[in-house]
Structures are given as C-alpha cells and as structure tokens.
C-alpha cells in the first residue's frame, strides 16, 4: 500500500496551502471577527471547516488521482487467464471481508507492489504491479490481495481522512494563532503575515506527517493479519519474505508512498517519516500470532 499515501499527504498539503491563501486574500477571518465572532473562535471555526474539508477533497479525489499517477489499466474484461484469477480473487476475498467488489487494475512496474484506494469500503480500487504478477507466485499474490482487501475492510482510507483532517485543523489554526503573536497583528493580515503562516503550516504539517506515518505503520500490521486470514497466514508470511527482495524500494511517486505493500524505509531521523515497518518485525507479528 505504499504508492497512496503520499499522494494523499501531498494533495492535503497542496489543498491547505490553496485554502489559506483562499482565507488570507479574502480576508475570511477578519469577516467574521467584525461580524461579532471572536478572533480566535473564528479562526478555529475556519480551521475546522477547510481542515476537515482539504482531508475529504484528498481522499474523494484519491483512486482517481492514483490511476492517473500510476496509470492503472483497469480491467473491465479480462484478457487471460492470469486476469481472470486476478478478478476472481478479489471478488471473493471482498465477499469474505463484507465489502463491495473493488475496481481492479495493473500498472507497469518492475518493483513488487500493489495498493488498495477509495473513498468508501464500496467505492474502492486494488491494483497490482506487473512486477507482483511476474516475480512472485499465486500464493503470494493472493496474500497480497487478501492484505490490500483487508486495508479497505478496515476502513483505513476514511480512518486516515478523519485522523489528517484534525491534524490539518491544529496545523491551520496554530500557524495562524502563532504567526499574529510573532507579529503581533490580534487580526491577521499583510503579505508579510502570509508568508510567515505559511512557512509555520509547513513546519506544522511536517510534524503533522509523522504522525500520519506512525498511523501508517501500525495499521500494516492489521492489514498483514487481514491478509492472514483471507488467504491463509502461511502465505501471508511467504508473501512478505518474497517482498525482501525490494522491500523499501520504490518507483512509485512521493505522493503515493504510504499506500502500497512496500514501502519506503527511512535511516536515522527519515524512520519518523517511514510509512511501513521493517519486514522482519512484520513477519515476527504474523508467526506470533499477535497485533
């Protein structure tokens, strides 16, 4: 599931930045405190609303935006045999799981990998690489499926959207809050005011990030053990050592980082902001039984 997240988090950042802007030229805050609504209670009440919303417009528009990013071929009607299992897989493992059949797609890429994406556990996509199909068997594979069916059985998406949506709110208002007192304007206005908002939500949103990453991890141990039990844990375990192979390698964009199966792995201060953990603590809680 790596390709997605970062997609995720570069689009909420984007649409934060778009939305201050949006609030500073307009003037939105200051409306609202000559309107009777104090400083600082209007400026939550808009922190609310666009933090809340540039989290719901990121994961509404988030399986489109990883179509186009990856360039998922989406099969409608299966061209071999290798597709058909491929349908057939999901479509049974979402029955298993209690979902809607998912939207199910390749990309080319030579790294082993695959995601599951969608604003709903109805309204989803899985996709896996050619290199997934080529290099590792059906057992494997079905694990795969069974872990990316599982992401979407779990609700990560909207769990993920709501978790980003109160973080972005605290980034918006506390760069607002910390940038009148840096400059001493109780209102909020002026090109210099701006870019000192700016500069704090990206300070603010980079702690935000590791948070969200530190979400990311854990809930790889949930898929791994949803995997588990659609597909069977033996080849849930087989899946994941066969992934050692480019375990951390990844050609998928920045944007999309947290949303496959593998992820990149960060070194020193980098592992806060690592989407997936170690292989070997993965494997090690799936043979234990645990998380």
């Known amino acids: 599931m790596t390709k997605r997240i970062a997609l995720f988090l570069a689009t909420n950042l ?21 309107q ?8 939550l009440v808009l922190a609310t609303i666009f933090g809340m919303g540039g989290s719901f417009i990121s994961l509404a528009i988030s399986k489109w935006m990883a179509k186009r990013m990856m360039g998922v071929r989406i099969i409608e009607q ?12 999901v479509q049974r493992q979402a029955r298993q799981a209690g979902i809607g059949m ?6 080319d890429s030579p790294v082993m990998n695959a995601f599951a994406t969608g604003m709903s556990k109805n309204n989803a996509l899985v996709a896996v690489s050619t290199g997934l199909l080529h290099n ?25 959207g709501l978790l980003q949506g109160v973080l972005n ?39 935000a990030s590791i948070i969200v990453a530190w979400y990311s991890r854990y809930r790889e141990f949930h898929a791994d053990a949803g995997g588990a039990h659609l597909a069977g844990r033996r080849k849930m375990v087989l899946a994941l050592q066969s992934l050692q192979k480019t375990y951390g390698e990844s050609d998928m964009p920045k ?19 690592a989407t997936h953990p170690p292989l070997a603590e993965r494997i090690a809680a799936l043979e234990s039984g645990g998380r």
């Open 14 to 34: 984007a649409i934060i930045l778009v939305l201050t802007a949006f609030i500073q030229i307009f003037g939105i805050d200051r409306w609202l405190a000559a």
């Open 36 to 43: 009777g609504v104090g400083n600082y209670t209007g400026l």
């Open 78 to 89: 299966p061209r071999d045999s290798a597709e058909q299992w491929l349908v057939s897989t």
């Open 102 to 107: 998912p939207e199910v797609g390749v990309f």
């Open 136 to 160: 590792m068997d059906r057992d494997g594979v079905e694990a795969v499926l069974g872990h990316e069916v599982s992401h979407i059985a779990n609700g990560d998406m909207i769990t993920m």
């Open 169 to 207: 709110t605290f980034v918006i208002f506390f760069a607002h809050v910390l940038a009148r007192i840096l400059m001493r304007d109780e209102r909020g206005g002026g090109l210099a005011y701006f870019g000192v908002v700016i500069a704090l939500e990206l300070v603010f949103g980079l702690i």
């Open 255 to 273: 944007e999309m980082a947290a949303f496959g199966i593998s992820g990149r792995l960060g070194q020193g201060f980098a592992k806060l902001f």
